[in-house]
Structure formats: structure tokens, C-alpha cells
């Protein structure tokens, strides 16, 4: 079973910086699970936001340029490093973990990650 729990949710100002972390409770061994960070906003759908698949890293368009995603093996910790922030960017930001996939595209559907955390909220002020 593999347990994550995200933390770095804050409110900033639009322009702003901000980190999030996803403690990973097993080894996020390259070779077995890829984690991606996903959002949700109420009344909608988790929406994929970045994963980090062995040695890729795949982005959504809404998010390139401003958030990178990013690992420490060491401290099974995955990032969510988040700059420019909008006002759009305010959602509830989950990590998920899932063994990697053989599809890229499979990576962006949030069926395709059988472990999640708790979520962290990112609220932005315009």
C-alpha cells in the first residue's frame, strides 16, 4: 500500500510562488510507480496538472512555463514547484501514485493512479 500526503497549500497573491510536497511512504522507485499532481475545483473534475515517470516529465499546457514537477529519491518526496500563479490555479491540489504505464496518455486520467492523498489547498487572489 502505498500512502502520500501532500503539504505547501497556502492563499498568496496572483504573481506569487508556491511549493508543494508529496511525502511518498514507499521508495518511489523509477522502476515501479510513476506520481503525478492532479486539481480539482468544486463542482468539477480532478484535472491533470504534471507527472514524473521514471526520467519523464509531462506537463498540461495551462501549467508549462510556470510549474515544474520534480523529485529528492532520497527523501521520497515529489514536488509541485509553482510560479506566476493565476487566479485559475486555485483548486485543491491532490498527488496521486500509480505503477508506471505502458500509454503516455493514460497518465492524464485520474482512474489511472490507485493511490492518493489527502489533497492540499491552493488559493490565489487576484
Known amino acids: 500500500q502505498v500512502q502520500l500526503v501532500e503539504s505547501g497549500g497556502a492563499s498568496v497573491q496572483a504573481g506569487g510562488s508556491l511549493k508543494l510536497s508529496c511525502a511518498v511512504s514507499?521508495?518511489?522507485?523509477?522502476?515501479?510507480?510513476?506520481v503525478g499532481w492532479f486539481r480539482q475545483t468544486p463542482g468539477k473534475e480532478r484535472e491533470f496538472v504534471a507527472v514524473?515517470?521514471?526520467?519523464?516529465?509531462y506537463t498540461t499546457d495551462s501549467v508549462k512555463g510556470r510549474f515544474t514537477i520534480s523529485k529528492d529519491d532520497v527523501k521520497n518526496t515529489v514536488f509541485l514547484q509553482m510560479n506566476s500563479l493565476e487566479a485559475e490555479d486555485t483548486a485543491v491540489y491532490y498527488c496521486?501514485?500509480?505503477?508506471?504505464?505502458?500509454?503516455?496518455?493514460?497518465?492524464?486520467?485520474?482512474?489511472?493512479?490507485?493511490?492518493w492523498g489527502q489533497g492540499t489547498q491552493v488559493t490565489v487572489s487576484s
Open positions: 496521486a501514485a500509480t505503477p508506471l504505464l505502458s500509454k503516455r496518455d493514460d497518465y492524464v486520467r485520474a482512474t489511472s493512479y490507485p493511490y
Open positions: 514507499e521508495r518511489t522507485s523509477a522502476y515501479y510507480y510513476a
Open positions: 514524473l515517470a521514471w526520467n519523464e516529465r
